[in-house]
């Protein structure tokens, strides 16, 4: 039996099996609201996402012309599944531990990523301070 404790900031893969792994995402500084600098999508596979510890949003986008984002408020002991084909990240707090599932090398084989651009990070804090007001 192998028993882990990953508590290093930031996303460290620790299980790694051929068709699957399972990473540990714990808060960083780029995980802040105002450090997030772009949106990732899996072109094949879905990505999960466990609460651990701490306070955590997912962040699901669309994009036409302009973001359109949507804030889910993770609860712990609740599985979160991002399927393929959708923009995301997540909004990490101080303390925050998330225990993510997906396939083997996603986050290099299987990831296209949109970076922001100053509009794109005002219209992020603007629908989050709006989500928070609800």
Same mark, same amino acid.
């Given at each position: 039996?192998? &028993? =882990?404790? $990953?508590?290093? +900031?930031?996303?460290?893969?620790?299980?790694?099996?051929?068709?699957?792994? &399972? #990473?540990? @995402?714990? =808060?960083?500084?780029?995980?802040?609201? +105002? /450090?997030?600098?772009?949106?990732?999508?899996?072109?094949?596979?879905?990505? $999960?996402? !466990?609460? @651990?510890?701490?306070? #955590? !949003?997912?962040?699901?986008?669309?994009?036409?012309?302009?973001?359109?984002?949507?804030?889910?408020?993770?609860?712990?002991?609740? &599985? =979160?599944? $991002?399927e393929a084909g959708t923009w995301h990240n997540i909004i990490l707090?101080?303390?925050?531990?998330?225990? !993510? &599932?997906?396939?083997? #090398?996603?986050?290099?084989n299987d990831c296209t990523y949109k970076d922001f651009i100053e509009?794109? /990070? /005002?219209? @992020?804090?603007?629908? =989050?301070? +709006?989500?928070?007001? @609800?």
């Amino acid at each position: 039996m192998k &028993i =882990y404790n $990953v508590t290093k +900031n930031g996303y460290h893969p620790f299980i790694i099996k051929e068709e699957w792994q &399972i #990473a540990k @995402l714990n =808060y960083s500084i780029e995980q802040s609201l +105002n /450090k997030i600098k772009k949106m990732e999508k899996h072109i094949n596979t879905d990505e $999960v996402f !466990i609460l @651990l510890e701490g306070k #955590a !949003i997912l962040i699901e986008g669309t994009f036409t012309n302009n973001w359109e984002f949507k804030f889910h408020r993770m609860e712990k002991k609740k &599985i =979160y599944n $991002v399927e393929a084909g959708t923009w995301h990240n997540i909004i990490l707090f101080e303390d925050t531990e998330t225990l !993510i &599932i997906e396939k083997n #090398a996603t986050h290099i084989n299987d990831c296209t990523y949109k970076d922001f651009i100053e509009d794109d /990070k /005002k219209t @992020l804090i603007s629908q =989050y301070s +709006n989500y928070c007001n @609800l």
